[in-house]
């Protein structure tokens, strides 16, 4: 709130009053809408903007800055309904209302930019601009289709580009009007036609720039699914590279203008022709490969290759050579095998008599062997005997015979000092013959 001077303070001065006013004003005003009529146009030369805007009842002086009017894409005139998005204020210097207007537009743009969002979020949500329904171009189209109106300077842009591109390829044009009431339909009936046709591999949609007035045939829902239902892949050039319509969402391809559309539609000539080049070079090179190695496997099947009577003489050759070393090998290995038959023989002869005394040792020592095992056994039992009587002097049991105990706490640890032991501890006293529980009642340190 604005704080008033009190009525026995000093009056205001204007500039205070204005001030005041000024800052009231700006309180109680926030950014809003106005429309109304522009008259009184005046742009001076700092590039500020003023006029007054007005209805039929009243009209409020405005001011649009530098600043703010740079980024307008429309040249306002005197009696064109506009609408300004201001701030309520008061120019101090001569106390005059005033709106600062931080935005224009022209009048209804506002309800038709609401209704594009509108339908751009509804077909987004059911799929339509979905990036996987879009389909691939054609890489060399044969044949290509444009839907626009025939006295279209886009028509013009698009046949020039083809022709500079892809000279000779053919068009087919299914006309329509691209603006006004009714447009829309129209050209949704022009891809209806083209794709019952079925005679061009993709089609190409485009009119030239405009206002959102004149490019709102081409926002329309029934032109969207007309494109999406195309089994023939669009592209859609509409308007300057600043436009975005409802069918660029829609379309296969968006160019950013009906030139660039062309240019996505066929390729260039010359690069077509600069591929080839490379390809033909590239076989050109390949097919000179093998025909080298071609030759050189031919020059080395060749030095393998021997007439057939050479071929059979040095068969038999070796035939012969084969079998000469097939009787040696014969006769050398019967001669071997008989030496060594008569080795075999001599040795088993000679090895008779040391075989046969060698039987006899082994009859002399298991008589020995005999004869020496109940020796053994019994030095065996007299040590098991002492072994046993030294084990039963050390066992803690003959011990316990001589009248000792074990005495054991609880845990089962053994007692050896009378310190380890409490008054009114529970121990167990092993006796040679049973045990007994017992309570300490004192202990005695020796």
């Keep these: 709130m604005i704080s008033l001077p009190a009525h026995d303070q000093r009056p205001l001065t204007v500039s205070q009053f204005t001030q005041l006013a000024r800052q009231a004003l700006e309180q109680a005003f926030p950014l809003l809408w106005v429309s109304g009529e522009i008259s009184n146009l005046s742009k001076a030369t700092s590039g500020h903007w003023y006029f007054s805007l007005k209805d039929a009842g009243a009209q409020v002086r405005c001011v649009m800055f530098r600043g703010r009017n740079q980024y307008i894409d429309f040249q306002p005139e005197n009696g064109m309904h506009v609408e300004i998005r201001a701030l309520a204020t008061l120019y101090e210097a001569r106390g005059d209302f005033q709106l600062n207007v931080e935005v224009m537009r022209q009048a209804g743009l506002g309800r038709l930019f609401e209704a594009f969002e509108q339908l751009k979020s509804r077909l987004a949500a059911e799929g339509l601009f979905a990036a996987e329904r879009k389909r691939a171009l054609p890489t060399l189209p044969q044949r290509i289709g444009i839907v626009t109106s025939p006295a279209a300077a886009a028509l ?200 046969l005394r060698q039987s006899h040792q082994v009859d002399r020592l298991q008589l020995s062997l005999h004869q020496a095992l109940p020796h053994i056994l019994q030095q065996r039992r007299l040590r098991l005997e002492r072994l046993a009587s030294n084990l039963q002097h050390l066992s803690p049991l003959a011990v316990l015979k001589r009248g000792y105990s074990i005495v054991s706490r609880n845990n089962g640890a053994v007692v050896e000092h009378a310190s380890q032991l409490s008054p009114g501890e529970s121990i167990q006293i092993q006796l040679a013959h049973g045990s007994a529980d017992a309570i300490v009642t004192n202990t005695h340190d020796t």
Excluded at 176 to 189: P, S, Y
Aim: charged content about 20%.
């Design 156 to 355: 013009q842009d698009v046949l020039t580009t083809l022709k500079r591109r892809m000279p000779g390829i053919p068009v087919v044009l299914y006309p329509a009007q691209v603006q006004g009431e009714g447009a829309a339909q129209q050209l949704a009936r022009a891809l209806a036609r083209a794709n019952e046709h079925a005679a061009c591999d993709v089609l190409i949609l485009c009119r030239g720039g405009g206002s959102i007035e004149d490019l709102w045939a081409f926002n329309e829902e029934i032109l969207a699914r007309a494109i999406v239902a195309s089994a023939i892949p669009v592209i859609s050039g509409v308007g300057h590279e600043t436009d975005t319509t409802i069918a660029d969402f829609a379309a296969d391809k968006r160019a950013a203008t009906p030139t660039a559309a062309a240019e996505l539609a066929v390729p260039h000539q010359e690069d077509l022709r600069m591929q080839i080049q490379r390809l033909h070079q590239r076989a050109g090179r390949a097919m000179e490969r093998q025909l080298h190695n071609r030759a050189q496997l031919l020059d080395l099947t060749a030095r393998r290759l021997r007439h057939p009577a050479e071929k059979l003489a040095l068969n038999r050759q070796q035939l012969t050579l084969a079998a000469t070393r097939l009787q040696r090998a014969l006769h050398d290995g019967l001669a071997n095998d008989r030496h060594r038959l008569g080795l075999t023989g001599q040795q088993l002869a000679n090895a008779r008599p040391q075989w």
